[in-house]
């Protein structure tokens, strides 16, 4: 049971990044549409459960330490080469975010400049990329359970200080611009884009885990509880619309008014949320080209996060606004793959070996 947890956790961890933990990500996807994004929450439950259980078993029953053995198998010679450059330009694009997201909340909360964060953010990823794979699922599996105490947390207070109904509130929430066109696809897109970002390290923490069940409960798991993160924030914050719609971080917005000190330790859940997701996507990405704890590694792994590091000078918000909606699109590639993963198993096991050809002799 506990090694269930630990994978849940990690893999919460993994696909609960800065968006959604200072809130702006529900607030576009979800809560923008009002009653409707409930309902949303409930496609997106039911997508995250079914993917990361997915990911999770295929994982474990191929052992593998990289994406790139399993995006093949399940998705062919052709589509697979396109699934696998998603994941590869998901891996660093979100890596780079993440270590700008360090900058951002650093100038913001603290006052420091942006860079002292980018660096603090690059260093700590740096430790974490040389680590064996089951140190940094545990690592980034102890940080999650801090995020749902801030979660819960904000959702009681929203709930018992809200001073409207929910249909006073859905007026305003609804007019919360949102650039996706309707609620049914924005819960796609956003669960397209969130596997895309934590695939290729849930198929490596997967392969880390031997029993099939185990890895397949943890996904499982994992990708509900994320669900159930997203209703828990949406209702927390569609209950407080009318206070927190102006602001980039409205979590933070609602905390705050618990109390500026609890705030203030929402800042460092959240930077640790931003490492948890920004070190599982170099550790993936370097996973993909070059074997794990080996000098080849380490030293790809410090020009990677040095390239990286330099990428994030464009910008928190920039980066944001280019990687996050394009991914989405492009990560239906794998989210289609996985759904049709287990059709394709069963028909790859049921196919008979093929007995080599006798060679003629002259």
């Given amino acids: 049971m506990w090694n269930i947890l630990k994978i849940a956790s990690a893999f919460i961890g993994i696909i609960v990044g800065a968006g959604f933990a200072s809130g702006q990500e529900v607030l576009q996807y979800f809560t923008s549409f009002g009653y409707l994004g409930t309902a949303a929450a409930v496609v997106a439950t039911a997508l995250f459960a079914y993917l990361g259980m997915m990911l999770t078993l295929l994982g474990s029953r191929t052992g593998t330490r990289s994406h790139k053995t399993v995006v093949y198998q ?20 979100v890596g780079v975010v993440m270590i700008a997201g360090a900058g951002s909340l650093v100038n913001q909360q603290f006052g420091l400049d942006a860079y002292i964060g980018s660096v603090l953010m690059t260093l700590l990823m740096g430790a974490t990329v040389l680590m064996n794979v089951q140190r940094v699922v545990a690592l980034i599996g102890s940080i999650t359970p801090f995020l749902v105490l801030a979660l819960v947390l904000s959702c009681i207070y929203s709930l018992a200080t809200m001073d409207r109904t929910f249909a006073e509130l859905a007026p305003i929430a609804e007019s919360v611009e949102s650039t996706l066109p309707h609620w049914l696809v924005s819960a796609v897109n956003y669960v397209s884009f969130n596997i895309a970002v934590g695939a290729a390290m849930s198929l490596v923490m997967g392969g880390a885990e031997k029993n099939e069940n185990i890895a397949k409960w943890g996904g499982l798991l994992g990708g509900a509880g994320v669900g159930v993160l997203i209703m828990i924030s949406h209702l927390a914050m569609f209950s407080q619309i009318d206070n927190i719609a102006g602001y980039a971080l409205p979590l933070l917005k609602i905390i705050d008014g618990i109390s500026p000190w609890l705030a203030k330790g929402m800042a460092f859940v959240l930077f640790g ?86 060679r003629g002799t002259d």
């Fill in 273 to 358: 949320m931003i490492f948890s997701t920004g070190a599982s996507m170099f550790y993936a990405f370097v996973a993909r080209f070059v074997e794990m704890r080996t000098p080849a590694a380490n030293r790809f792994a410090l020009i990677t996060l040095a390239v990286g590091f330099v990428a994030s000078f464009a910008g928190f918000t920039q980066l944001v606004a280019f990687f996050y909606p394009l991914i989405g699109y492009l990560g239906l590639f794998l989210v289609g793959a996985l759904i049709y993963a287990p059709f394709k198993l069963k028909r790859d096991a049921r196919q008979p070996v093929r007995a080599p050809a006798a």
């Fill in 74 to 93: 399940i998705s062919g010679r052709y589509i697979g080469v396109i699934v696998d450059y998603v994941i590869i330009f998901t891996l660093f694009g």
